[in-house]
């Protein structure tokens, strides 16, 4: 009878029947044990997976330098009881400026954080492996951060489910005509001054913010980076969105803080 195949993963061999291979980006990492890794990965194929990487923190690791924050890599992994374990690690990009560049060290931070954070252990959905990816990738290539952390944001809530509304009154359901309106997190939106006037928790909404976050939204990012913002929209429209997302998650970030101290000299133009 002819013998299963076999790949040997530096502790044992594994069955081919075990193995799955995947393309994915390193979200996050944590030590685990003496020798190993916890790795959190994006994949095209699974979604999110929480994976293990054995002996990658010894010297002598051929996968340690396949895995670090942020790499686009193809993964060969074998399922385990408890945890599956990445058996072979190959890096397709590396985004180097990613982790040289202190400023986008802390954009990707938030990137990846937000994604954790949005998205349940294999939930799949090949728009989000993708749009992590070019965020990634535009970061690492130099482009003007703003415009891609608002793409992002908005982009990952219509895709984990959270898209704010912004065309209609959450309340009444009315258009929105052109003039000072108002946004409830709680509500999930932008409100009518008949609706928000008053409302607690309701911050006023611009006219300039709210056609600046429904391009963001129907437009492909093309068009989005040319675009240019004041100085005063831009620090509205981020400070919603902060607000907001914060609201959905329900729990504070690390990124915000880190770039909150990064960003203190102003990234507007």
Known sequence: M?????????????NRERLYKINAIVLKRADFGEADRLVTVYSLEEGKLRLLAKGVRKPTSR?????ELFTHVKLLVAKGKELDIITQAEALEYFPNLREDLLRT??????AELTDGFMAEQDK????????????RRLDKGQEAWPIMRFFELHLLTLAGYRPELFVCVKCREPL????????????????P???EGKDGATALSQGALKIMRFFL??????CQHLRIPHNLGVEVEAILRRYI?????RPLKSTRFLDKLESGGIYG
């Open 246 to 250: 914060l609201y959905r998650l329900e």
């Open 106 to 111: 802390g954009y990707a931070h938030y990137i």
């Open 177 to 192: 005509k052109a003039s000072v309106n108002y946004f409830s997190v709680a509500d999930g939106g932008a409100l009518c």
């Open 63 to 67: 996968k340690a330098g396949h895995l």
């Open 2 to 14: 002819e013998k299963a195949f076999q790949v040997w993963n530096g502790e044992g061999r594994v």
């Open 218 to 223: 129907t437009r492909d990012y093309e068009y």
């Open 194 to 196: 008949r609706c928000g």
């Open 125 to 136: 959905n090949p728009q989000v492996y993708s749009l992590v990816l070019e965020s990634f």
